[in-house]
């Protein structure tokens, strides 16, 4: 991999590292570089947060080894840089799920621990971290320490949800799920406006173990559909192989027209009110196009993803979407939920009880950016945080307003390590 090819997942055009060093053995030390460290897992995240412009990346994933799997219990020990994907493959035959998966399998295990992953059961499953049974931290000063909620649990809270910052996480142990097969029964449901949302989301958790919307961030009143699902006692041939975005085009693909027309036709659509499917299409639609990150073109794009807690989530949440609306921009990747009560492991876990909203946005310059200062304002008004996995622009206030454990987890971060996200929200001031 070449400095240039560790790009996020926004290609929003950032300096590259000045090098690239593989790590492909859990017994090796770190390398003796001069400037900062960085680990890089699959560069799923959208911004700096998984970048070291100037400096070293440890590129992760080579460490792609099973070490032990207990089919009786679901535990299963691996190394970190083994992806959501590799898991799933092995474990789901053998009647076993991850306890918590973001809305890509293609992410290693140790990036999804170092930004406290969500999926769309965090009202009853929590984050990924609450399922991480322990991990092994190589620090810089060639330390190893086993961090679990038991043993340095410190060390466990400050890593988790702790972007890369606190050392290279080496291997890790994780407790999987049990399921009857590997199809989803989902539930689809049209809701228009904001309280029908939360009556039928509500009802959704209470019956369903995922929920998650779709929403049409640009008609007037906010619209879309929710979709409950539970793991079904069923079998599905796995969806054939997907598409493939092969180039970056010289504009993107994505503006309002394209937008507006999607949005109708994707809410027009006939959902079924219950319907069976294999995990795959359930939880990773977006997988099946390869690289579908490059319709947005060579400028790249922002994702803004906002929690807000409960008592303010309906007002803020309308506004969120009245100034999104109003500006004309917007995706076709809007998604809505809920977080629940469930306490997050990390000092700088992004989970929070309260409405989760997240949205592309191709990169428009100024136009774009002004519109983000307003949500900016909605969010901080609200009490609510940014999460810094889909972040390439939130201001350093912002980033310490909505992290009150910032200062406790400074004293965990190695001082070999460093990304460009956190020099931009620690050192702009
Ligand atoms: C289509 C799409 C959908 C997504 N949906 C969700 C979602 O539903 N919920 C959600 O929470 N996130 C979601 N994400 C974000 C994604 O899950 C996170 O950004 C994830 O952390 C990316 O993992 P990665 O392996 O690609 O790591 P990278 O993006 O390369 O790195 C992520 C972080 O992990 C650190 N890291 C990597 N390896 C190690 C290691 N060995 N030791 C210590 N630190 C390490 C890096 O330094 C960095 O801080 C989505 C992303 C995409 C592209």
Redesign the pocket.
Known sequence: MSAAQAS??GNLGWPPAAEIRRVDTRDADLPAVAGTL?????????GD??LNPGGTLLA?RG?DRFIAFDADTGVLACE??VLLAEILDLVVPRGWFLPVT???R???V??????D???KNHHAGGAFGAHVRSFELLRSDGSRRRCSPAENADWFAA?VGG??LT????QAELQLKRIAGNAIAVRNVRFSGLDEFFALNAEAEREHEYAVAWIDCLAKTPRGVLMGGDHADADLPAPRGGRNVPLTPPLSLINHASLAAFNAAYYGKPWPAAQTVHYRPYFYP?DAVGHWNRIYGPRGFYQYQSVVPPAAARAATGEMLAAIAGSGQGSFLAVLKNFGARSSSGLLS?PMAGTTLALDFPNHGAATLDLFARLDAIVRAAGGRL?P??DARMPAAMFRAGYPRLAEFTSYVDPKFS?GFWRRVMENN
């Open positions: 996020a997942w960085l680990p890089y897992g699959n560069g799923r995240s959208y947060s998984c992760t460490l970190a840089g973001p809305g890509t293609y992410v290693t140790a990036g999804a621990i170092a930004n992953v969500h999926g890593t972007l890369g050392g290279l996480v080496t977006l992004f999460y996995a889909k990304s």
